[in-house]
């Protein structure tokens, strides 16, 4: 990579691409499901049951993808040309939003959320290597904060422009043909900002040794976070809907959720560099659960509205938190690491919308479900707590340089 390509005035485009591409992969790719699903609810005729079912197939291939995508398998088809892969993986993510909107099943809801799954991990993974290269490379690790502010970013985004159309009559179909072009608006710019260059090259790995018993336990940790999390940010705007105390609220509880997770990277891997990964974690698992657990017991639209802060700025900042402190407590290749805590990680917000939708049919709500959330996220900050050994744990929240 040429220096030129490293200086302040060129890193900074990609940061905004990377920041783009998590919003419409992300933000939009994932989460607008959220604020749609309600409006599917009420003129499809989707049962809570069928919607859990369809955001567990998006999250089971999201795990699946991940984990492909870690392997580092497609890039013997494409070597060297990250890039072209994070594109391809982009296009799609917009391509299968919009196609939402063409079909009216849920088994073809289902194959439609599961291939966007696989392209939204695509982009997490080649888009985070790509743009976070690059920014290590240039020596500007503050950028990193702007490139995972694309989630927050696409899910205001989404919130404020399902409200806007549907006020002005658009059905649910229409909700996801506007998210589509969206997100392939952003792919335009994209193809744009993060231009094709020659990768930083990479320190080759540390020699292997057997697992830090503080790795396993961030191995569960992380997968009960996913379970924990992954209820609230499904259904809270179907919960809203449902209340007639909080419906006036709807719309503000989901964007609550995008702008509050806007600065929670840089809020709390700022408290990381204070106090260490793990304690900023844990903590961070803990407020988070005490977000899920007022989003189900209280009918007060401004309490709401704060539990959906709560969670929104927090599950942002633990996901990449979680990761870092992973990769500092790898021995060997950190891929090996990542990919078994995004398999965690995926298996648990899998299983939460199936059980939530689950559970929600047998009792009429969602509260048992998300009081489990809720516990869940409290033994995850237990076990993020885990003691290290006699050397002291030195990590702090900012990505190492390869």
């Known amino acids: 990579m040429s220096q030129a390509s490293l200086s302040p005035s060129t890193i900074l485009p990609v940061a905004f691409g990377g920041l783009l591409s998590l919003t419409a992969a992300m933000g939009i790719g994932r989460f607008v499901y959220t604020p749609i699903l309600p409006f599917m ?101 503050g950028l990193v904060a702007l490139h995972f502010a694309g989630v927050g970013l696409g899910i205001a985004l989404s919130a404020l422009m399902v409200a806007a159309l549907a006020r002005s009559g658009a059905d649910w179909r229409m909700l996801w043909y506007a998210s589509g072009l969206v997100s392939a608006l952003a792919f335009l710019a994209c193809t744009r900002l993060i231009e094709k260059t020659e990768d930083p090259p990479h320190a080759q790995a540390r020699a292997s040794g057997p697992a830090d018993r503080r790795l396993v ?48 990277v840089m809020i709390w891997g700022t408290l990381a560099r204070r106090i260490g990964n793990a304690p900023t974690y844990a903590i961070a698992c803990l407020v988070e659960a005490l977000g899920v657990t007022l989003s189900v017991i209280s009918d007060t639209g401004l309490i709401v509205v704060l539990a959906a802060m709560m969670v929104g700025g927090t599950f942002i900042a633990i996901t990449a938190i979680g990761l870092m402190q992973a990769r500092l407590l790898s021995r060997g290749n950190a891929h090996s690491a990542l990919a078994l805590m995004t398999a965690s990680f995926g298996f648990g917000q899998m299983v939460g919308p199936t059980l939530a939708g689950l559970a929600y049919d047998a009792t009429g709500s969602f509260l048992l479900p998300s009081l489990a959330a809720a516990a869940a996220l409290v033994i995850a900050a237990g076990l993020a707590l885990t003691p290290a050994t006699r050397r002291r744990e030195t990590g702090n929240a900012a990505p190492e340089r390869e």
Do not use: C, K
């Open 217 to 264: 336990a961030l191995y569960v940790s992380y997968g009960l976070f996913g379970f924990g999390y992954v209820i609230t940010t499904t259904f809270i705007s179907t919960m809203a809907r449902m209340s007639p105390a909080l419906s006036p609220y709807e719309t503000a509880i989901w964007a609550a959720v995008g702008i509050a997770g806007m600065p929670s």
């Open 41 to 141: 609810v009420h003129d499809a005729g989707l049962t809570p049951a069928e919607g859990g079912l369809i955001a567990s197939a998006n999250f089971l291939a999201y795990m699946v993808g991940a984990l492909a995508a870690a392997s580092g398998r497609l890039t013997q088809f494409l070597p060297g040309d990250r890039r072209a892969i994070f594109l391809a993986a982009l296009a799609l993510s917009a391509a299968t939003t919009a196609a939402m909107g063409l079909f009216d099943s849920v088994a073809a809801f289902v194959v439609i959320r599961a291939l966007s799954g696989i392209a939204s991990a695509y982009v997490l993974v080649f888009a985070s290597a790509l743009v976070l290269d690059r920014i290590s490379a240039a020596g500007r690790p």
